[in-house]
């Protein structure tokens, strides 16, 4: 599709993948919409956008809130009168053994991971099937092909993702012209790891990260090349990991 004066929310764009992602696609000329709960922040973006030539909105919201996601959808049409695509980014991990019953963790996975796809998609599908057209892109993982310590409950909501991007392709693609891409990324370099609390997986968390991680940047770029494919061309899946991850 033509990234050029496309209109595209990202969500989790305060921070890492999704904040890469919006200088990536402005630079191409889209209009990014930014949603995540750090208000300063996106405030932050959206100046560095705007000082490098691009066009940005701010538009808080907690994905986990129907409303917020309709509000953000609306805020989008009333500045640019379209929408284009969706980028569903926004995502936590904390890990912790099942053992250690940390249910509430569990619960704000389930719920960002998982509703928060599904409320996006819900929010924004009625405009990109009255359009005949547009993307979606869901940023699961390789959590979603393989377990690892302390991933149980997350490697299961980023299969969920991975999942469910493909009967939105199916459902989507054939009929309405609306592309759908699962990216399934290895080991990034992020804040993604702060919300562990599980002492355990903090001293093998340390470890890992004497490995050279993919970049923020890596993931941004993946994303663009699904975006920036012709029309007709459906990337499906992109994995992609470090060179030194097993
Ligand atoms: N880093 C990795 O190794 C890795 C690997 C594979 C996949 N991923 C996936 O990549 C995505 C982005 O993560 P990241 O690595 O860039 O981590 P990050 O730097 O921690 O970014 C997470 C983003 O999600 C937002 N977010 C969290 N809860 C939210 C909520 N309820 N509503 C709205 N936004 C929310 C955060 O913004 P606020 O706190 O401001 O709301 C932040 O912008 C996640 O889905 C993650 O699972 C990451």
Redesign the pocket.
């Known amino acids: 599709m033509k990234l050029k004066n496309s209109v595209v929310i990202i ?10 992602t919006a200088k990536k696609l402005s630079e191409n000329g889209a209009k990014v919409v930014l ?5 300063d ?2 405030e932050t973006l959206k100046i560095e956008i705007e000082d490098n030539g691009g066009t940005a909105i701010v538009a808080p ?5 129907k409303n ?1 996601f309709k509000s953000v959808v609306a805020t989008a049409v009333d500045h640019f009168g379209r929408v284009d695509v969706l980028i ?6 904390p890990l912790s053994f099942v053992k250690k019953l940390k249910t509430d963790e569990w619960d ?1 996975m389930v ?3 998982i509703n ?1 796809v599904l409320n996006g998609v819900a929010a924004v599908l009625p405009i990109l099937i009255e359009n005949k057209g547009g993307a979606i892109v869901n ?5 979603a092909h393989r377990y690892f310590p302390g991933g149980a409950v ?1 490697c299961a ?2 299969s969920a ?1 991975k999942m469910f991007s493909e009967g939105l392709r199916q459902e989507l693609a054939p009929k309405h012209g609306i592309n759908v891409t699962s ?13 562990i609390t599980d002492e355990d997986i903090k001293e093998k968390m340390s470890e890992m990260q004497k490995m050279e ?2 970049k ?1 940047d890596d ?1 941004a770029n993946a994303i663009y090349y699904a975006l920036s494919q012709p029309e007709h061309v459906n990337i499906n899946d992109v994995y992609l990991v470090p060179s030194e991850q097993k």
Not at 139 to 143: F, H, P, R, T, W
């Open positions: 969500t989790g764009a305060s921070s890492g993948i999704g904040e890469s949603m995540a709960r750090s208000k922040k996106l919201g907690d994905v986990t809130n917020d569903n980014n926004a995502g936590l991990m704000q719920n960002v991971n928060g940023v699961s993982s390789m959590a997350y909501t980023k993702v990216i399934e990324p290895g080991a990034v370099d992020t804040n993604l790891t702060s919300t991680t993919l923020s993931i």
